[in-house]
């Protein structure tokens, strides 16, 4: 059975419910008000009957104490002393036998129904006389005849018409909820993310459902953008560390076998060896840490002096290769800073800045400066080198992405997104500016750290 059709039937179910509670109780309502007002007069005039025979020991004219629809007895135990009219007799009732008013409802010998009040007289203490006083009940059992079928008809006709309604207002309440359904059922079949639910209504229930479930396609649509990325990254990522590995590989087996045949040790061949056995280490230690940032491994932070670390890795980067002069420009206010971080990680990053400065700028100079930014702290690596495309420069920091030939000499492509990644892994960023011919500038941003802030980052 469908929601719509539950729906119907139920709002359906309700109404007729309520309708028969309603025919019955106006059933009810009409039938006792009209026994209480004929009640009421048959009350009247069984005491005025009765009254007359106490006050003066008489018996009144019965015909004239009530209208012709009333009938009116006096009788006692076995005799009947005064009646209005010839209309036969109802037996006494127990209770008023007893001695006690009473109504109830008699029928006569045709089976027409009435309703009799029947009052004790009492004598010296004893009931001798009982007023019998009846009306009959024919025009309420006809008008309540007639009514049971209408009320019967209409209670059907109002439960077609309650019927069609609901199955309409069903139909348009559900109906969003029947293209969210639809949607769903296209997105499984077609896998297609970019499909939604058209919604133009309120932001009732339904209109939060759609809501929700666009939403829910917006984020699998994203969440599964970046899964493609990601796996096409990877790919990309297997397919250039093979070819990196490949080459000082062949290398290395290349002078290997010629060593085998000239029997000799050459110091070319074993320089070429070590070499390429050193640019091997190099690409494996990048890799494994590529690998440890997508596993999302984190070292352990903790609180250091930034202007020691900068000028420690400065003394080191000089000893690289490079034939630029070598700036350095760190204010004494750099020794007073702190930041949470891994020095181990930091001077790596730092070190690949400067490595890179120095392969990619054949002359002029490098310069390393440090100074305030924000909340921060920024360490920029600038060189005077041949300039990165523009059109390269969003992609500087994507792995094993080497653009322009004139800035390809060696390294594996990896050593810019470790630094990325090692900016990132320290609540700061890396980013790079660079104008063709005039050279590039690397800006390290990170947090400055303060104990008093309870020991985080700021």
């Known amino acids: 059975m469908s929601l719509r059709l539950r729906l119907a039937l139920f709002y359906t179910g309700q109404l007729v419910v309520a309708l028969l509670l309603f025919s019955f109780l106006m059933y009810g309502v009409l039938r006792w008000n009209y026994i209480r007002e004929v009640d009421a007069s048959l009350y009247s005039v069984a005491w005025r009957v009765a009254e007359s025979m106490q006050r003066y020991w008489r018996i009144p004219s019965l015909k004239g104490l009530a209208d012709r629809s009333t009938f009116i007895l006096v009788r006692t135990d076995e ?64 008008v309540l005849t007639t009514l049971r ?19 309409w207002l069903a139909g348009r309440a559900i109906a969003p909820v029947q293209r969210v359904a639809s949607a769903a059922e296209s997105v499984g079949q077609s896998a297609d993310l970019s499909l939604r639910v058209p919604y133009q209504g309120p932001q009732d229930e339904v209109g939060r459902l759609v809501h929700t479930f666009n939403g829910m396609l917006d984020q699998l649509q994203e969440l599964y953008a970046r899964l493609a990325t990601a796996v096409d990254a990877q790919k990309r990522f297997v397919a250039d560390a093979s070819h990196e590995l490949r080459t000082p590989l062949t290398i290395i087996r290349g002078n290997i076998d010629y060593l085998e045949r000239a029997g000799t040790l050459d ?15 190099e690409l494996l230690e990048e890799l494994l840490a590529m690998a440890r940032a997508d596993a999302g491994q984190t070292p352990e932070l903790e609180p250091l002096a930034l202007g020691p670390l900068v000028r420690d890795v400065c003394r080191r980067a000089g000893a690289l290769p490079h034939q630029v002069d070598f700036v350095v420009e760190l204010p004494p206010a750099l020794d007073r800073i702190m930041v949470l971080g891994h020095a181990e990680w930091l001077r790596r990053a730092l070190l690949i800045l400067l490595d890179n400065a120095f392969k990619y700028t054949p002359s002029g100079s490098v310069t390393v400066r440090a100074g305030r930014q ?85």
């Open 79 to 142: 005799l009947v002393i005064a009646q209005s009219t010839d209309f036969g007799t109802f037996p006494v009732p127990a209770e008023a036998m007893a001695g006690r008013a009473t109504y109830t409802t008699e029928r006569d010998v045709n089976g027409e129904p009435y309703r009799l009040y029947t009052l004790p007289v009492y004598v010296n203490g004893e009931p001798v006389f009982w007023v019998q006083v009846a009306q009959p009940l024919q025009l309420l059992e006809r």
């Open 267 to 281: 110091p070319e061949a074993l320089a070429d060896m070590k070499a390429e056995a050193a640019r091997m280490s």
């Open 149 to 167: 079928p209408i009320l019967g008809a209409g209670i059907a006709g109002f439960a077609l018409l309650t019927g069609a309604a609901a199955w």
């Open 374 to 458: 924000g909340e921060g702290v920024v360490l920029q690596v600038i060189d005077t080198g041949p300039g990165i495309p523009p059109e390269d420069l969003p992609r500087v920091f994507d792995r094993f992405f080497r653009g322009d030939p004139a800035r390809s000499r060696g390294g594996s492509g990896l050593g810019l997104a470790i630094a990325s990644w090692v900016a990132g892994l320290h609540g700061g960023r890396l980013t790079a500016e660079s104008k063709v011919g005039e050279g590039s500038t690397f800006s390290l941003w990170l947090p400055v750290y303060r104990p008093a802030a309870g020991g985080t980052n700021s």
